[in-house]
């Protein structure tokens, strides 16, 4: 186990390196930060200044070495743009992001395994194919359209939810959250719906596929046939053998989930990491760009490392680390 | 049913909205503000929000127009020095009083500011020495003639000498030296989410109609324009043409719009004897020469736009066809410059006279997230010129891609837009006209390399007369010779449209600023 762990890091560690070489020469092709931040009418003494001042006129290899040896002391460097340290932008911001993310994900869950399940049960039932048609609607309609429309629904015509921004927030643990509060919960709700949708659609489908699989399988009828209640044979037989795939989703869309709020997160001016990227592209601000990634890479090994968990948890045939598996 | 339901309920926020929030307001920004530091980034949405709580010896109205601010006159005094009144019995927001001392401190810091990425030391960099006669009198000495000092002044915001000691960006990031002595003080900065301020009850200009003012930053036009429908702001800025149709109709809501500073234009890239990038003969052939050395080729790609039908189809009535730099009335500006007129046949005449009777092919180059429907606008100019037998493509790519290659001057045919901060034409032509000449600041940013001796005999006499109307009379006389000659092919000024909920008043300013002083309730 500890061994497995090690190596997982070790190869993280090689990615991260190979990242940011990727964004450092990436940026540099795309174009020169200094022409979108100097104000046109400065003259080339300032843009000469400007340029030194981003550390941007040593050539490329020693602008990668100067940054390498700042990010082996844990310095990141500085955002072109705000002239803070760029992983202290990126952190500020990510709780934000996360606390939508998870709320997203939850409410997938909770409402995508049931409806999953009820029209894997019935689905010739009209309740089972409203659900399918349904998670159809989940799929096809883009976000950023169900966004406006549940902005254009709730906050202009009802006026009941706030169209914009993070509500109040509190600290739990010392991370600001606003799930704990009425007006952060109303300014969540919109948000969170709008990512979860797709989620949603996806583990509706893939609960009822896997049940309706699982509902044919000799295991199935020979617990039926042995008179095992219905809930039992659902609850344990059925669910739980299913779960694999759908854990392995959860934790993959729950990362893209993270990376990629971005349409929500602008719509919604939802202050979180997604509208800091792609603000910090179009401003070419290299440094948190860098961080951006790293942090996301970072949360990708993580979730990846707790699904594999999670993986030998629920099937007891799954062991992890290979060779030394053994041993256990 | 539901309707009258919906009604009552629309009436109802709306009653709640005036009477619990009747001297607060919130306001929809499009562009991050990206420091509290006056001096670190000479950025426009950073320098109209810190007007609020900073301000320069001289201000401008609406139009532009300078107007005493902290310093109540100024003259000079001969053709090096300029002498500053300031004002008495100004006080910063921590009650300490403002003194020549304070703005002898803020010159310092301007050009010290560390990592700024643009910085204000342009506008004080030909100062050389400062004199304080006494604490409501000073002193500027230039090495050169610097007729635009005022102007230059208006651009620098004054910091407090005792809070801003040894102050970092961060301090004002976070509060502890932004005092200023403007009408606002700083209550919280989140960045790249909101901004929050409150009135300044000592303020020497009077009292403000709003206690609280809270900027947030809507960057997403769509959700800009739902805040202001669910009355989550009271105004926003930069209302995107596509909605301006259904708010003007709607009597829950005002427009305020007004002709900006900002010209979109075209550079010909004239740099080489040779065809420049991206202009060939019709079969793909290399031209013999660079056609947009020729002046009649360039009035010939002037003239076949139809600047009318760009501004009424594309920009839905929010542009006004250009003539010069800046629209008519600014200082500097000529009054016998008219828009080109559309003349397709003039301008395949003007075609066949330089020797392309049947035309040549370029390519239309032009950012596409910078400016008011940039790229539709490549789109139709590409069409007019298929009309006069000029075979036009279009790419337009991110302003992150775009200047960049613009600069390095890897394109023929550039669709730009040029603000003129100053407000007088003079600036405008010095970077974008005179021959380039970067190290002695003259055409900067000429991406298209014109280059006209004659203009640029008249334009330097002119930027050096001291006297006003003098030199803004040289200066649109320059202005009459490069544009009469097509140094650049002007093709409209932006309009910039405010929109605020009903019993609110915005003056719409043509500097493109959103302030909380000129927003008044209507009653």
């Given at each position: 186990m500890v061994a497995y762990a090690l190596r997982r890091l070790g190869q993280s560690f090689l990615v991260l390196v190979a990242m940011s070489l990727l964004v450092f020469v990436g940026v540099y092709a795309i174009g020169n930060p200094v022409e979108l931040l100097v104000n046109p009418q400065a003259d080339a003494i300032e843009r000469a200044r400007a340029t030194a001042a981003l550390g941007l006129d040593k050539p490329l290899a020693e602008q990668f070495l100067v940054f390498l040896r700042g990010a082996l002391h844990a310095d990141l460097g500085h955002s072109f743009v705000y002239n803070v340290p760029a992983i202290q932008l990126v952190l500020q911001r990510l709780p934000a992001t996360l606390e939508l993310a998870f709320c997203a994900t939850v409410l997938a869950i909770a409402l995508g395994i049931p409806l999953g399940l009820v029209a894997g049960l019935r689905p010739k039932s009209l309740v089972g194919r409203t659900i399918m048609a349904g998670s159809i609607l989940g799929f096809s309609l883009p976000t950023f359209w169900v966004g406006l429309v549940l902005i254009m629904v709730f906050s202009v015509e009802l006026g009941w939810l706030p169209p914009n921004g993070r509500g109040e927030t509190v600290l739990l643990f010392g991370v600001p959250v606003s799930f704990l509060t009425v007006d952060g919960l109303k300014h969540l709700a919109m948000p969170a719906l709008n990512l979860a949708l797709f989620k949603l659609a996806l583990l509706i489908r893939l609960t009822r596929a896997g049940a309706r699989e699982a509902l044919l399988q000799d295991y199935v009828r020979f617990a039926r046939a042995k008179g095992l209640s219905a809930s039992r044979v659902i609850g344990v037989h059925v669910l739980k053998n299913i779960l694999i795939p759908i854990v392995t989703v959860i934790g993959l869309e729950l990362g893209s989930v993270i990376a990629f709020a971005i349409v929500t997160e602008s719509i919604f001016a939802w202050p979180g990491t997604g509208k800091l990227l792609i603000d910090s592209i179009n401003q070419l601000d290299r440094p948190v760009i860098v961080a951006y990634l790293m942090v996301i890479v970072l949360i990708f090994v993580v979730i990846n490392f707790a699904v594999d968990v999670l993986y030998s948890l629920l099937d007891p045939r799954v062991r992890l680390g290979g060779a030394t598996a053994g041993a256990h | 049913m539901l309707r009258i339901l919906r009604a009552a309920i629309v009436v109802v926020a709306a009653l709640a909205a005036t009477a619990a929030g009747a001297k607060d307001v919130a306001i929809g920004l499009q562009a991050a503000i990206t420091s509290m530091d006056p001096h670190y980034h000479n950025l426009s949405p950073n320098n109209s929000l810190l007007q609020h709580v900073f301000e320069a010896l001289i201000l401008r109205d609406p139009q532009g127009k300078l107007m005493p601010g902290l310093a109540t006159s100024w003259r000079p005094i001969d053709n090096l020095t300029w002498e500053f009144k300031l004002r008495q019995n100004v006080k910063f927001h921590d009650g300490s009083p403002f003194t020549a001392d304070d703005v002898?401190?803020?010159?310092?810091?301007?050009?010290?500011?560390?990592?700024?990425?643009?910085?204000?030391?342009?506008?004080?960099?030909?100062?050389?020495?400062?004199?304080?006669?006494?604490?409501?009198?000073?002193?500027?000495?230039?090495?050169?003639?610097?007729?635009?000092?005022?102007?230059?002044?208006?651009?620098?915001?004054?910091?407090?000498?005792?809070?801003?000691?040894?102050?970092?960006?961060?301090?004002?990031?976070?509060?502890?030296?932004a005092i200023g002595t403007g009408p606002y003080e700083f209550v919280e900065y989140v960045p790249n989410s909101r901004i929050v301020l409150k009135a300044n009850p000592g303020y020497w200009g009077g009292k403000q109609p709003w206690d609280t003012v809270t900027f947030k930053i809507l960057s997403n036009s769509a959700a800009r324009v739902a805040a202001l429908l669910s009355?989550?702001?009271?105004?926003?800025?930069?209302?995107?043409?596509?909605?301006?149709?259904?708010?003007?109709?709607?009597?829950?809501?005002?427009?305020?719009?007004?002709?900006?500073?900002?010209?979109?234009?075209?550079?010909?890239?004239?740099?080489?004897?040779?065809?420049?990038?991206?202009?060939?003969?019709?079969?793909?052939?290399?031209?013999?020469?660079?056609?947009?050395?020729?002046?009649?080729?360039?009035?010939?790609?002037?003239?076949?736009?139809?600047?009318?039908?760009?501004?009424?189809?594309?920009?839905?009535?929010?542009?006004?066809?250009?003539?010069?730099?800046?629209?008519?009335?600014?200082?500097?500006?000529?009054?016998?410059?008219?828009?080109?007129?559309?003349d397709p046949d003039a301008a395949r005449k003007l075609l066949a006279e330089a020797g392309y009777p049947n035309g040549f092919a370029l390519t239309i180059f032009g950012p596409n997230n910078r400016?008011?429907?940039?790229?539709?606008?490549?789109?139709?100019?590409?069409?007019?010129?298929?009309?006069?037998?000029?075979?036009?493509?279009?790419?337009?790519?991110?302003?992150?891609?775009?200047?960049?290659?613009?600069t390095k001057l890897e394109f023929g045919y550039m669709l730009l837009g040029w603000g003129t901060e100053s407000m007088e034409q003079g600036s405008g032509l010095r970077s974008l006209l005179a021959t380039h000449d970067p190290a002695h600041g003259m055409g900067v940013n000429n991406r298209g390399r014109y280059s006209n001796p004659e203009f640029d005999k008249v334009l330097t006499e002119a930027l050096e007369t001291m006297d006003d109307a003098k030199r803004y009379a040289m200066i649109a006389h320059a202005a009459e010779i490069v544009f009469n000659d097509t140094g650049l092919i002007p093709i409209h000024y932006e309009k910039s449209t405010w929109g605020t909920a009903a019993g609110y008043h915005y003056a719409a300013r043509a500097d493109q600023y959103t302030l909380a002083m000129d927003l008044k309730p209507s009653r």
């Open positions: - | 002898v401190f803020t010159l310092k810091r301007v050009p010290n500011v560390p990592n700024s990425p643009s910085s204000f030391a342009t506008f004080t960099k030909p100062i050389v020495d400062i004199k304080v006669i006494d604490p409501y009198t000073i002193q500027f000495k230039t090495a050169e003639p610097h007729v635009l000092l005022p102007s230059d002044m208006a651009s620098v915001a004054i910091v407090s000498k005792k809070n801003g000691e040894g102050a970092t960006t961060a301090d004002y990031n976070s509060g502890k030296a009355g989550d702001v009271q105004m926003i800025e930069t209302v995107p043409t596509s909605d301006i149709a259904n708010l003007s109709h709607d009597k829950r809501f005002h427009l305020a719009s007004t002709v900006t500073n900002r010209v979109i234009y075209v550079h010909l890239n004239q740099s080489t004897e040779g065809p420049p990038p991206f202009v060939t003969a019709k079969d793909g052939s290399a031209l013999q020469k660079n056609p947009f050395r020729d002046s009649r080729v360039r009035k010939a790609l002037s003239i076949a736009i139809n600047r009318d039908a760009i501004d009424q189809r594309i920009m839905e009535g929010m542009a006004v066809p250009a003539s010069q730099m800046l629209p008519d009335g600014f200082p500097g500006t000529s009054k016998n410059l008219k828009p080109p007129k559309y400016y008011i429907n940039d790229a539709k606008i490549a789109q139709a100019i590409a069409q007019f010129y298929s009309r006069i037998g000029v075979d036009a493509k279009v790419e337009t790519m991110p302003s992150s891609v775009y200047f960049t290659k613009a």
